[in-house]
């Protein structure tokens, strides 16, 4: 990994909870929800935010920091199906939140930005994990895919280390941003229905 693609990926990685924050602006002024896109949508948000509660139950509370960190290499549950879960999570989140909003061009640049950002992220991630638990990340590494899940690893176990309370509570901030997002959605679709009948 070159300087430069560390620097930003340490960038991204830190500021990770606030990049959204435009793309929800841009979000707003483009949304154009209709009831079946909210029927195609909101499946793919509630799978998305299931993985990120399993991920949680394994990975803990350690990953609401700012700064890079792990006591130990979290290789169970959904982290034997994938090294990067969450943000497969957050992926199946956006993708929901962009097909409630039905403007593909901006949905389009969306996923190009989030492209961009864990192209460059998950490698310093990695990076800081293979210099932390060499042999077990290589071997790690070696066994299960960086995002897209294709086969269990031997001894698979479901069941994290931290309970499905501790997993809702480390959730809340995420909770109350998607619960917003909706909101805006809907108000979108209620003020440009109430145009549309003026």
């Not at 879960?85 to 909003?101: D, H, Q």
């Amino acid at each position: 990994m070159t300087s430069l693609a560390r620097t930003i990926g340490a960038a991204l990685f830190r500021w990770r909870d606030l990049l959204p924050v435009p793309l929800v602006a841009g979000l707003a002024c483009v949304a154009r929800p209709t009831p079946w896109r909210w029927a195609a949508g909101l499946p793919l948000l509630l799978l998305g935010e299931a993985l990120r509660l399993w991920s949680l139950m394994h990975i803990g509370p350690t990953t609401r920091t700012r700064e890079i960190c792990a006591d130990r290499l979290v290789m169970t549950g959904p982290y034997a199906l994938t090294r990067n879960p969450l943000y497969l999570a957050n992926l199946c989140k956006v993708a929901g939140f962009l097909v409630i909003a039905g403007h593909g061009l901006f949905a389009a640049l969306a996923l190009a930005f989030y492209a961009f950002e864990y192209a460059t992220v998950i490698p310093f991630e990695e990076q800081f994990l293979s210099e932390k638990f060499p042999a077990a990340f290589a071997d790690y590494r070696a066994r299960v895919p960086v995002l897209v899940p294709h086969a269990l690893l031997p001894g698979w176990d479901a069941r994290g280390p931290h309970s499905l309370g501790e997993a809702l509570w480390s959730e809340r901030r995420t909770f109350a941003s998607s619960g917003l997002l909706l909101a805006l959605l809907w108000a979108c679709e209620r003020w440009r229905s109430g145009r549309a009948a003026a």
